[in-house]
């Protein structure tokens, strides 16, 4: 018998298909995985165990589908906006953005009323409290209670309950009962816009973003900007479109000296580099202008305005003869420059099929597409006014663009991407917009030309670097395009094919870039299962990995923003919690934490994560993990799993420790068969497996999923914090003789694990 070290020491092909198991002469067999479940590929080839999710907050109406969206103004100011059945919501960092506090009447708290908690608030409430919003409330002592939702509402009195319509666990915990009996206590609703989405045509919104105002477009909606002016100020308006100056009034043409030649002008005024729409026509008569016979145009000013431009009527058109600072003007035989007219009003989106679907920010223009009138037709703004959709006649080059694309069947533009050109995906092809010599795009040079024939569904294009990822019609395969300068084209290729196993009878509804570090493309899959592929094509890397969290959970959207300098992973997660379905907003938390110990490590899902201010016996306030089996981790130490109930769970804390409580976790990790080529005919055996770690503990090792021993045999996990461990650990497992060799990890405690490499000890024997 001989013995080879077959060592594995990058998994950068992430989770191959089955039928790809024979394929040892690809390039990425050498680096692929049988199963990656839960766990992130590492950029560097490495694997890491994910991270937990903490509970931000239940949605504002679980009973149906709830989408988010990133909004990012800045590095410090970004948001997440829980879009759901006729409202928004928004987060920032992590918790729910509320309204002003509302003070309540000292000794009227928190009084119970059959099933309900009756808070008496010091006046009357705002207009915006209702019923089945959600409420805060903070007790004397400073801490925070819910949130609640309203049952019922008075001028000054509102009855809350838990989410699901039972009297607030706090009533049975005296300390917390008094809390909210005495002192000062204030009330904080959960802020809210209110929308005319419905939750079945979340997932059609396009939008696109451009400092403090979104532009969001549905077609069965007229465009509208949601605009942000404070954390909890949030306006929802619909867009007017055309030109925003107003046309100057009582315009008149007087001559001087006499004449019967007839005189014509128009007048506009100009402000913030905007034109007005121009004055009727006025006339006058005279001779042949000159030094002693002259027109002048006068009009009643508008307020604002920078200057005004006149037009005088020549060869059928009114056109250019000057500005003026002032109301009037002194045509004395100024010859008009019929290269610039002003502008016609174009009427555009303002009827029931007419609104647009798709929506982006191109060259100083604002491009929209595909209404049900038209599901060909695209749209630009003037140049740097993207409200305004006029043009002039003859055309200028800053004025609005309309334009179809020329293909063999009729297609409906799907998104725009801006990439160093302009590309537009259809329901059939993918095409590169370009202008003149300079780039520019012009309604006189605008040029489409195809580069490709995939197609795209409906869910938003991404773009990392200068790359675009798109989702092909049937929702099952995910292309990347970029451009060749040798080809001068746009190309790309299927990320999913070394995958497909994990598409297969499936669609994509929903995904989200993540940049920082681990670099990870997070696809929402129609069956709740969460996709992670990690993404770096300069390397040559794309590398899928599967989660899923819990029995019920079930990812339904996700979208990234940046927090504090690192892009965070939010996630719209479905679970069935103590027979109810709710819908909870959770967030990926990070994998920093100390080199040494996992006390500030989070692995587990809808976790709360909370530092004791005392000794503590019992930990309330997880009423959002009714029924559920919780693990549990304190400072580090691994403690025996419990159920939750009346939102708590009973556990021995340290003041200053720790806690971290939520849905347990298990991360899977199977490496191919051990099939390589120059050892095909034989059969194999496997004695001795050497896992080389990195900040790890508490990893089972074994040659089948139920044939595993944690590594090392014994781990104290509920009295003492385990050292995080960085080597290399050994396992003797006996797979016996077998043509194929797998073997298999486990992760199932809420600790971190990192692989680096795997180097199993195979003994080869006769064909």
Aim: charged share 15%; with cysteine.
């Amino acid at each position: 018998m001989r013995k080879l070290a077959q060592m594995q020491a990058s998994f950068a092909a992430g989770e191959i298909a089955p039928n790809l198991y024979a394929r040892v002469d690809l390039e990425k067999f050498a680096v692929g995985l049988a199963t990656c479940r839960n766990f992130v590929v590492n950029p560097t080839g490495g694997v890491s165990n994910r991270a937990g999710t903490t509970f931000v907050a239940e949605s504002g109406d679980s009973t149906n589908a709830v989408r988010i969206f990133p909004f990012e103004f800045n590095d410090e100011q970004t948001y997440i906006l829980e879009f759901g059945n006729l409202y928004i919501r928004v987060i920032r960092d992590g918790a729910q953005v509320v309204e002003a506090d509302v003070a309540t009447t000292e000794g009227s708290n928190a009084i119970q009323d059959g099933v309900r908690m009756k808070m008496e608030a010091s006046s009357s409430l705002p207009a915006s409290w209702a019923v089945n919003k959600h409420v805060f409330i903070t007790g004397n002592s400073g801490s925070v209670y819910g949130p609640y939702k309203i049952n019922a509402i008075s001028s000054q009195t509102v009855y809350v309950t838990e989410m699901d319509g039972t009297l607030p666990n706090l009533m049975g915990v005296t300390s917390q009962k008094a809390d909210l009996q005495t002192g000062t206590v204030t009330m904080q609703l959960v802020y809210q816009v209110t929308t005319t989405y419905t939750a079945a045509q979340l997932f059609d919104i396009g939008y696109t973003q451009s400092a403090d105002v979104m532009t969001i477009v549905h077609p069965s909606h007229p465009p509208r900007e949601l605009t942000r002016t404070a954390h909890n100020a949030w306006t929802l308006t619909n867009i007017t479109f055309g030109t925003t100056i107003t046309t100057p009034t009582s315009p008149s043409a007087t001559a001087t000296g006499s004449g019967s030649a007839s005189y014509s002008y128009k007048v506009t005024a100009v402000q913030d580099g905007q034109e007005s729409l121009p004055t009727a026509a006025v006339t006058c008569t005279n001779g042949q202008l000159g030094l002693t016979v002259y027109n002048t145009v006068g009009w009643t000013a508008v307020s604002g305005a920078e200057f005004y431009n006149v037009y005088k009527k020549q060869g059928g058109i009114h056109a250019f003869v000057g500005s003026a600072d002032t109301n009037s003007f002194v045509d004395d035989g100024i010859i008009p420059n019929t290269n610039v007219t002003p502008e016609t009003a174009q009427t555009v989106f303002n009827t029931t099929d007419e609104y647009p679907s798709c929506v982006a920010y191109y060259q100083q223009r604002i491009f929209y597409g595909r209404t049900n009138n038209d599901v060909s037709k695209n749209r630009a703004s003037q140049t740097g006014n993207f409200k305004n959709f006029n043009k002039s006649e003859p055309v200028r080059d800053s004025d609005a663009i309309d334009f179809e694309l020329a293909e063999t069947k009729v297609n409906a533009v799907k998104h725009y991407v801006p990439l160093e050109d302009l590309i537009i995906l259809t329901t059939d092809g993918e095409w590169r917009i370009t202008g003149s010599a300079n780039d520019a795009l012009t309604p006189s040079s605008i040029a489409a030309k195809p580069q490709g024939f995939n197609g795209s569904s409906k869910v938003k294009p991404l773009v990392i670097n200068n790359s675009a990822l798109f989702i092909t019609p049937n929702g099952d395969s995910i292309r990347d395009m970029q451009y060749s300068l040798t080809s001068n084209t746009y190309s790309g290729g299927d990320l999913t094919t070394l995958s497909h196993h994990l598409f297969d009878g499936f669609t994509l509804s929903d995904w989200s870039y993540q940049r920082s570090r681990d670099r990870v493309v997070w696809c929402v899959r129609s069956d709740g299962t969460l996709l992670g592929m990690t993404y770096l094509p300069d390397e040559d890397v794309w590398a899928w990995h599967r989660h899923d969290t819990g029995a019920s959970g079930e990812f339904e959207s996700v979208a990234c923003v940046t927090e504090s300098n690192v892009e965070r992973l939010y996630a719209v997660v479905k679970r069935t919690v103590d027979s109810r379905t709710v819908r909870y907003i959770e967030r990926l938390h990070t994998r920093n934490f100390s080199a040494t110990t996992a006390a500030d490590s989070v692995f587990l899902d809808s976790s709360l994560n909370t530092t004791a201010g005392g000794a503590l016996s019992t930990i309330y306030g997880l009423e959002w993990l009714e029924g559920q089996t919780v693990g549990i981790v304190v400072e580090g130490r691994v403690q025996p799993q419990q159920t939750v109930a009346n939102g708590a769970v009973s556990v021995t804390v340290a003041s200053g420790e720790t806690v971290c409580i939520g849905v347990p976790i298990q991360a899977d990790l199977q490496p191919l068969p051990m099939d390589r080529t120059s050892i095909v005919p034989n059969k194999k055996t496997v004695s001795n497996l050497t896992v080389r770690v990195r900040k790890t503990r508490g990893i089972q090792i074994g040659p089948a999923s139920d044939d595993l021993v944690e590594v090392p045999d014994t781990i104290t996990l509920y009295d003492t914090a385990p050292d995080l461990f960085t080597g290399d650990v050994e396992a003797n497992i006996a797979t016996g003789w077998q043509d194929h060799i797998d073997f298999f990890i486990r992760q199932d405690h809420p600790l971190p694990v990192e692989i680096l490499a795997i180097i199993p000890e195979v003994g080869v024997g006769g064909t």
